[in-house]
């Protein structure tokens, strides 16, 4: 059971991480750092959460997400840059949450949290590049709201009950394996006919101004 509770610790934090790195940090070590939650032995590793830096630190940057992650393609930009910081925080958190383990086992732990991490992030990102083809911008909020308040209930299911949070988040990960490729699909699709339409508008552009300098030669 214990193996169980840490794996389901380590995958929630891996997952929530890919969604919302800094809101997850930030949120967990909130609740070792006023004593909400009462570390087991076996997550002492997670106290770092709780120190005064880290809490700055992940505070800080959670308000410029919080902002940046509202505004149409500015988030799309912002995910690009987290695309290898989101994974690489996740893997960390996840190891910390794991502790000391055999070497074997914490490599399979690094490769799954890295992926598991990577799966979210992938979908959020994808999600939002969807959202972004719509000319208004209240989907994008709805969607930043939505996801930060997955990761604080996903938090607390995973400190609460891990044993669940290792069943949930194993099966949304699942899911989100079937639902991307078709997603990216649509996302490479739209893509194209934006930029069909571009290529249209440059043209009749360059159509305009060859026939004005015909114009004017014949003059």
């Given at each position: 059971m214990q193996i169980l509770e840490q794996l389901g610790l380590a995958l929630g934090l891996a997952s929530?991480?890919?969604?919302?790195?800094?809101l997850t940090v930030f949120l967990t070590g909130l609740l070792v750092r006023f004593d909400a939650l009462h570390?087991?032995?076996?997550?002492?590793s997670l106290e770092v959460l709780g120190h005064d830096w880290v809490l700055i630190a992940a505070g800080v940057l959670y308000g410029i997400e919080f902002f940046a992650d509202k505004v149409p393609w500015l988030d799309s930009l912002?995910?690009?840059?987290?695309?290898l910081i989101?994974?690489?925080?996740?893997?960390i958190l996840a190891m910390q949450a794991l502790g000391d383990?055999?070497?074997h086992v914490e490599v399979i732990g690094a490769l799954l949290a890295g992926g598991a991490a990577l799966t979210t992030h992938s979908a959020k990102a994808g999600t939002r590049l969807l959202a972004n083809h719509s000319p208004e911008p209240a989907s994008n909020v709805v969607l930043s709201l939505?996801?930060?308040?997955?990761?604080v209930a996903g938090t607390l299911v995973m400190l609460m009950k891990p044993v669940l949070a290792l069943c949930v988040f194993t099966a949304v990960i699942i899911v989100l394996w079937l639902v991307l490729p078709?997603?990216?699909r649509v996302i490479r699709r739209s893509f194209e006919i934006v930029r069909g339409k571009w290529r249209?508008?440059?043209?009749?552009g360059e159509r305009g101004e060859g026939a004005r300098s015909l114009s004017g030669a014949a003059t």
């Open positions: 929530l991480a890919g969604l919302n790195l800094y570390l087991a032995a076996k997550y002492q912002w995910d690009s840059v987290h695309t989101r994974p690489v925080g996740g893997t383990m055999p070497p939505a996801e930060d308040i997955t990761v078709r997603m990216f249209a508008v440059v043209g009749r």
